[in-house]
């Protein structure tokens, strides 16, 4: 196995939407991409609310600066970084993750930008590339790399199908239930023991 491929939120860290959604009691934010899968739709909700509620991205900043990576996390982080590549593909924002990051030691991250307006409200988001995490997976197989890609929710669902050696993480039941062609790994010493096998 040459590169692994992660999704960030659900896998290494905490929802960071979530979260944010328990500080401020607003549930409408716990929406994520297990129950939407458009994420234009997703982003464009979330921001919608933020607007409305006048919240502005120190306000999200404070509560990820006391988050911490899920348990296991780091350990795992530390193992497969011995053995291999590690290449992390995330749909959130370089403006939200830098605490998390470090964190988990720095691994390589490719994500997307947020909009910041003057008043350091989230104006808009921008995505490095639609289909990101795909592509990245699919440029990886091109420069004849061998691909490992897990995550956790719908999003991830094109990286893993483009990758040679795959499986779910701590996914919502409905989506074992749609792919019962994918292994699933319940934490992180089951992801370990599946690249094992493979490494």
């Given at each position: 196995?040459?590169?692994?491929?992660?999704?960030?939120?659900?896998?290494?860290?905490?929802?960071?939407?979530?979260?944010?959604?328990?500080?401020?009691?607003?549930?409408?934010?716990?929406?994520?991409?297990?129950?939407?899968?458009?994420?234009?739709?997703?982003?464009?909700?979330?921001?919608?609310?933020?607007?409305?509620?006048?919240?502005?991205?120190?306000?999200?900043?404070?509560?990820?600066?006391?988050?911490?990576?899920?348990?296991?996390?780091?350990?795992?982080?530390?193992?497969?970084?011995?053995?291999?590549?590690?290449?992390?593909?995330?749909?959130?924002?370089?403006?939200?993750?830098?605490?998390?990051?470090?964190?988990?030691?720095?691994?390589?991250?490719?994500?997307?930008?947020?909009?910041?307006?003057?008043?350091?409200?989230?104006?808009?988001?921008?995505?490095?590339?639609?289909?990101?995490?795909?592509k990245a997976v699919e440029a990886f197989k091109a420069l004849?790399?061998?691909?490992?890609?897990?995550?956790?929710?719908?999003?991830?669902?094109?990286?893993?199908?483009?990758?040679?050696?795959?499986?779910?993480?701590?996914?919502?039941?409905?989506?074992?239930?749609?792919?019962?062609?994918?292994?699933?790994?319940?934490?992180?010493?089951?992801?370990?023991?599946?690249l094992s096998k493979l490494l």
């Amino acid at each position: 196995m040459n590169i692994v491929c992660l999704d960030l939120e659900g896998v290494l860290v905490p929802e960071i939407w979530i979260a944010f959604a328990e500080k401020t009691g607003i549930e409408a934010l716990k929406r994520t991409t297990r129950d939407e899968p458009d994420y234009d739709v997703l982003m464009r909700y979330r921001l919608g609310i933020l607007n409305e509620a006048g919240f502005k991205l120190a306000d999200i900043e404070e509560v990820i600066g006391t988050l911490d990576p899920l348990a296991g996390a780091l350990d795992f982080v530390r193992w497969l970084t011995a053995q291999t590549r590690l290449v992390i593909l995330s749909d959130t924002f370089s403006q939200f993750v830098g605490p998390l990051m470090a964190k988990l030691g720095h691994p390589t991250l490719f994500c997307h930008d947020l909009v910041i307006d003057s008043d350091g409200r989230i104006a808009d988001y921008q995505l490095r590339l639609k289909d990101h995490k795909r592509k990245a997976v699919e440029a990886f197989k091109a420069l004849n790399f061998e691909t490992f890609a897990a995550g956790d929710s719908y999003n991830d669902l094109s990286m893993i199908d483009a990758a040679d050696q795959k499986c779910l993480f701590r996914p919502p039941a409905r989506l074992i239930g749609e792919r019962p062609d994918l292994a699933v790994a319940s934490d992180h010493s089951e992801l370990q023991a599946i690249l094992s096998k493979l490494l």
